[in-house]
């Protein structure tokens, strides 16, 4: 594996486990509606939350004979894979699927389904066939067209990402003619604005769209996650999914070190990039 390529695959799970950090403390903030709206990682002393830890569930399931979502229960149960051995913010729609649930209820298209695809996007470099199929059989989205769609769009940014694509290229909606999308999600990158302000909530369409214009409008890591946190009402995923992004296209080396040695329990996050 080249230089590059690793910078690209640490970048994106660091990126991930920050995004996630800062994304709490401004979800925070916005609940207690509070007038400081400078969010850094400083202020959550490092500790990530279940939107890295269902990255690190999906990148153990790859590298194991345990399916994703038997590792979502076993985080559930004892607090793996996670930072400070709490779960408490996984949707009730992913607890459910973890936990067996036969009732099938109408899918709210939240984003705990895009947080896997980082794995699998790394998971290319370790076993193509199993991290390709995986990416387009997703157990979070099965039965939802909508989610299976959105996956296998983020999917493919993050793909091209690692592969070096240009920031052009990944935005340009031509580079994904080879998916068969949902009309929903073909759209996501028709109009991507120049503003950022946009809701930036827990659903699969409005989180791809929101990390998408972030992305086109900001020219580094530090700038994009700040910015989302900032513009989003679901600051925990949408921060999460433009750390895997930015973190990805930009590399390791573009996030500062201080915010890398805040990060807690690195030893957790390293399991993600063995090669």
Same mark, same amino acid.
């Given at each position: 594996?080249?230089?590059?390529?690793?910078?690209?695959?640490?970048?994106?799970?660091?990126?991930?486990?920050?995004?996630?950090?800062?994304?709490?403390?401004?979800?925070?903030?916005?609940?207690?509606?509070?007038?400081?709206?400078?969010?850094?990682?400083?202020?959550?002393?490092?500790?990530?939350?279940?939107?890295?830890?269902?990255?690190?569930?999906?990148?153990?399931?790859?590298?194991?004979?345990?399916?994703?979502?038997?590792?979502?229960?076993?985080?559930?149960?004892?607090?793996?894979?996670?930072?400070?051995?709490?779960?408490?913010?996984?949707?009730?729609?992913?607890?459910?699927?973890?936990?067996?649930?036969? #009732?099938?209820?109408?899918?709210?298209?939240?984003?705990?389904?895009?947080? /896997?695809? $980082?794995? %699998?996007?790394?998971? &290319? *470099?370790?076993?193509?066939?199993?991290?390709?199929?995986?990416?387009?059989?997703?157990?979070?989205?099965?039965?939802?067209?909508?989610?299976?769609?959105?996956?296998?769009?983020?999917?493919?940014?993050?793909?091209?990402?690692?592969?070096?694509?240009?920031?052009?290229?990944?935005?340009?909606?031509?580079?994904?003619?080879?998916?068969?999308?949902?009309?929903?999600?073909?759209?996501?990158?028709?109009?991507?604005?120049?503003?950022?302000?946009?809701?930036?909530?827990?659903?699969?369409?409005?989180?791809?769209?929101?990390?998408?214009?972030?992305?086109?409008?900001?020219?580094?890591?530090?700038?994009?996650?700040?910015? #989302?946190?900032?513009?989003?009402?679901?600051?925990?995923?949408?921060?999460? /999914?433009? $750390?895997? %992004?930015?973190?990805? &296209? *930009?590399?390791?080396?573009?996030?500062?070190?201080?915010?890398?040695?805040?990060?807690?329990?690195?030893?957790?996050?390293?399991?993600?990039?063995?090669?």
């Amino acid at each position: 594996m080249s230089t590059i390529l690793k910078d690209k695959c640490v970048g994106l799970v660091v990126g991930c486990a920050l995004g996630d950090c800062i994304g709490s403390v401004a979800d925070f903030k916005h609940q207690e509606k509070s007038q400081d709206q400078v969010t850094t990682p400083e202020e959550s002393e490092g500790y990530w939350n279940e939107a890295t830890s269902l990255l690190l569930c999906q990148s153990v399931a790859l590298s194991t004979d345990v399916s994703v979502l038997n590792c979502i229960q076993d985080m559930i149960t004892t607090g793996w894979g996670t930072s400070n051995g709490e779960v408490t913010n996984l949707s009730k729609a992913t607890v459910d699927k973890a936990k067996g649930s036969k #009732i099938l209820k109408p899918c709210k298209h939240n984003t705990d389904c895009l947080l /896997l695809m $980082g794995a %699998l996007a790394i998971g &290319y *470099y370790r076993d193509y066939e199993k991290g390709h199929v995986e990416a387009f059989m997703n157990p979070l989205a099965s039965g939802c067209r909508l989610c299976m769609d959105a996956c296998k769009l983020f999917y493919s940014v993050l793909d091209l990402t690692l592969h070096g694509g240009t920031k052009l290229q990944i935005l340009n909606p031509k580079s994904y003619e080879n998916l068969v999308l949902c009309p929903e999600v073909a759209n996501i990158l028709e109009d991507l604005k120049t503003d950022i302000n946009v809701k930036g909530e827990d659903h699969v369409i409005d989180s791809i769209q929101t990390v998408m214009k972030v992305f086109s409008n900001t020219w580094s890591y530090e700038e994009g996650v700040r910015a #989302i946190v900032n513009a989003s009402v679901s600051p925990v995923r949408t921060g999460a /999914l433009l $750390g895997q %992004l930015c973190g990805a &296209y *930009y590399g390791l080396t573009d996030i500062k070190e201080d915010w890398i040695d805040l990060l807690q329990r690195k030893d957790l996050l390293r399991e993600c990039v063995r090669f």
